[in-house]
């Protein structure tokens, strides 16, 4: 048994600092070992009690009869480096430590989180600054969470690991609350040893486990959680995560615009997209998608019936379902009939969408029949019942219904309770009916379904063969042509061009490149050129000496520096305007593609992929991320348009991960804008450039 495993479920457990007063945080772990029936041993360590809960108590690790599976300790962060020595020394192979006081609280408290992980040895450690986890499938609880009061929690399939502690608590209550079980709960908090991707990884193989819950504060190894994720697709684990932090506050100031459209939560919107983690858009999903995923049914198409004995509450389902673009089509002409048979009299309000049973009254025959319709219905995917006031006075009476209805299908069969009936939710969310107090719920829940359905697990990022780095190279913030240069290199085409000084060079350049051309100001401090009057567009060899003046008194007037440099550069009509870029985030390598030009940051149509160390892009990766641009019509024949250079474009952005990965921690940022992707057959131009360079040395690949 590895030591991830005997954390889980150890055989043997000492309490280190156990209280004989069960109202003290430190005396409930053995309290609720014993209440919730675990089998095993269990030591408590208190120098000044003898016993506790009727147990022999030890005077220290020390006076242990043998090393305990799993330590506990629950002492002040300052002795509870000591113990965890000791019971590393003693060859125990998992602690867990509760106390705050690490990393957490500043720089004196990252030191002794590193001596606490000196302490441990080759011992395993979950925290510190946790609340411990709950083992629920086994009913081991090493946690002093006042969730475990409860009498009562039920098992399941849904795995917890939050980097919060007080979340876990949170979390076993609420399902508990609505009949929802549970198999683990983890808080890996501080993560000084095992994070989060330990127990995905582990969680992964465990039979008992069939989806896993993230609540994430910041992911501390980006690859480490990659490898865990791709393994839990693989094996048909779905992953819901749900991520603080979403606000844009904190993005940090960028010259491109590239680092303002890819903020780190945009980044981690891309990284779960790629390894198929769905994200929960608020606290709530955290529970509800999860519980429609473990119930085992699939989902295989748009078309929901509703089933209804309130007007209300069906609108506000159908409405909440269109919303997420799910259909509510009425029954076919056969299910119709059917629905009408189970009605006495000529009343036929059953041929609808939602389909309402208030006028048959709510008979368990017609409920069970209707249900059994709707399942059998060829026009659905899924059904939808809610449940209306009768569910406070017949708690059971939905459940009944629906019970007998759902071997014969393995359609989704949800159910909305709209009136405050905690029993009737309970119930049916028992008889394997996933149930929600909210319409949103409802929605979200089938649309979490649906996205494990159609979500392709990305696998197509890999090691193309990447060309050297240039022999010298710049560094800090290259002008456009330097930057333009190094895209060159590495298979990026970019426009003609030439580097000028005077008027009459200027002419020169404009009569060589066309007769209409741009010319631009050339500045390494200078990025957005155009708002300094920097670019001016569609000159000719006549007047460009003229505008290089003219740009010369106007760039001194709005920075204080008179330009020495310019470029002349041909100019590029028709094609699609798009941005392409490159932005290190704490995730790793982020990679952009977006409708370009100089309203980049008021569109925000962006798409991005998160490259793992040294990975590039493939052709079908490439692909991928541009048919996610709203503006993908537009390169895809569009009303007619001409079809733009899509070949062309997936070369460049591949050959533009290609630079990425070779320049390694030596490029800090990197951004075309525009590239202008040109009619099928007349390639890509890469039209302005940015790139910063820092001075350390490259990265081997």
Not at 271 to 290: C, H, T, Y
Not at 534 to 540: E, M, N, Q, R, S
Request: glycine share 10%.
């Amino acid at each position: 048994m590895n030591a991830i495993a005997q954390l889980l479920s150890p055989r043997s457990v000492a309490v280190v600092g156990a209280s004989a007063d069960r109202s003290k945080t430190s005396g409930k772990p053995v309290h609720f070992l014993l209440k919730h029936g675990f089998k095993g041993e269990i030591y408590p360590v208190n120098p000044r009690v003898e016993t506790v809960e009727g147990l022999r108590c030890y005077p220290s690790i020390g006076a242990l009869p043998k090393a305990p599976d799993v330590g506990l300790v629950l002492l002040g962060a300052e002795r509870a480096n000591g113990a965890i020595r000791e019971l590393s020394q003693l060859g125990t192979k998992a602690a867990i430590v509760l106390a705050s006081g690490y990393s957490e609280t500043g720089e004196e408290g990252a030191r002794r989180q590193a001596e606490l992980r000196e302490a441990a040895g080759s011992m395993r450690l979950l925290g510190p600054n946790t609340i411990g986890l709950v083992n629920v499938t086994e009913r081991i609880p090493l946690s002093p969470s006042g969730a475990l009061e409860m009498d009562e929690f039920p098992a399941g399939s849904i795995a917890v690991v939050s980097q919060s502690g007080g979340i876990l608590g949170a979390l076993l209550s609420r399902a508990a609350g609505r009949g929802i079980g549970l198999s683990k709960l983890i808080s890996t908090s501080n993560e000084v040893d095992l994070e989060m991707a330990d127990f995905i990884d582990h969680l992964v193989d465990d039979p008992a486990t069939s989806v896993v819950a993230l609540y994430i504060e910041s992911i501390r190894d980006a690859d480490r959680f990659r490898r865990a994720a791709l393994k839990a697709a693989g094996a048909g684990k779905p992953i819901v995560a749900y991520k603080t932090g979403r606000s844009e506050a904190g993005a940090r100031a960028a010259s491109s615009h590239t680092g303002a459209l890819a903020g780190s939560d945009k980044a981690y919107d891309a990284f779960f997209k790629q390894l198929g983690v769905i994200r929960a858009e608020n606290f709530s999903e955290l529970l509800d998608i999860p519980v429609m995923l473990s119930n085992g049914r699939k989902l295989r198409g748009n078309r929901v019936a509703i089933l209804t004995s309130t007007g209300g509450a069906g609108t506000l389902i159908s409405d909440n379902l269109g919303l997420l673009g799910f259909e509510t089509p009425p029954p076919d002409a056969a299910t119709a009939e059917r629905l009408r048979g189970l009605m006495s009299g000529d009343q036929a309000v059953l041929d609808r969408n939602p389909i309402d049973v208030t006028l048959a009254g709510l008979q368990p025959n017609v409920l069970r029949g209707a249900i059994e319709a709707l399942l059998d219905s060829p026009t659905y995917d899924a059904v939808t019942i809610i449940v209306g006031s009768s569910g406070v006075a017949q708690p059971e009476l939905m459940a009944d219904a629906v019970k007998p209805c759902l071997a014969s299908s393995d359609k989704p069969v949800i159910a909305y309770v709209s009136p405050h009936a905690p029993q009737a939710a309970s119930l049916l969310t028992a008889h394997g009916v996933p149930t929600f107090t909210t319409p949103e719920s409802c929605a979200v829940a089938l649309d979490g379904l649906r996205r494990v359905a159609v979500r392709a697990v990305a696998s197509a990022t890999g090691r193309a063969t990447i060309k050297a780095v240039p022999a010298e190279l710049p560094t800090g913030g290259l002008d456009e042509a330097e930057a333009k240069a190094l895209f060159t290199h590495y298979g990026v085409p970019c426009t003609r061009e030439r580097v000028v000084t005077s008027p009459a060079e200027a002419e020169a350049a404009a009569d060589a490149l066309g007769c209409r051309v741009v010319l631009k100001l050339l500045s390494r401090e200078i990025t957005h050129k155009t708002e300094v009057g920097g670019v001016i567009v569609g000159v000719t060899p006549d007047t460009i000496g003229a505008a290089l003046i003219r740009m010369t008194a106007d760039v001194e007037t709005k920075t204080g520096t008179m330009p020495t440099r310019f470029l002349v550069q041909e100019m590029v009509t028709g094609g699609q305007e798009l941005i392409l870029g490159f932005n290190r985030d704490p995730l790793g390598a982020v990679i952009l593609l977006g409708a370009g030009g100089t309203a980049t940051e008021l569109f925000k149509d962006t798409a991005m992929r998160v490259l793992p160390p040294g990975g590039v892009l493939t052709r079908e990766e490439a692909l991928s991320l541009a048919q996610e641009l709203k503006s993908w019509p537009l390169l895809d024949g569009y009303r007619g348009r001409p079809k733009a250079d899509v070949e062309a474009l997936l070369a460049a952005i591949v050959a533009f991960s290609g630079m990425v990965a070779s320049l390694g921690d030596r490029l800090i940022e990197a951004e075309i804008n525009p590239i202008f992707v040109l009619a099928k057959g007349q390639g890509v131009r890469a039209a302005d450039g940015v790139l910063v360079l820092a001075g350390n040395a490259v990265r081997e690949h």
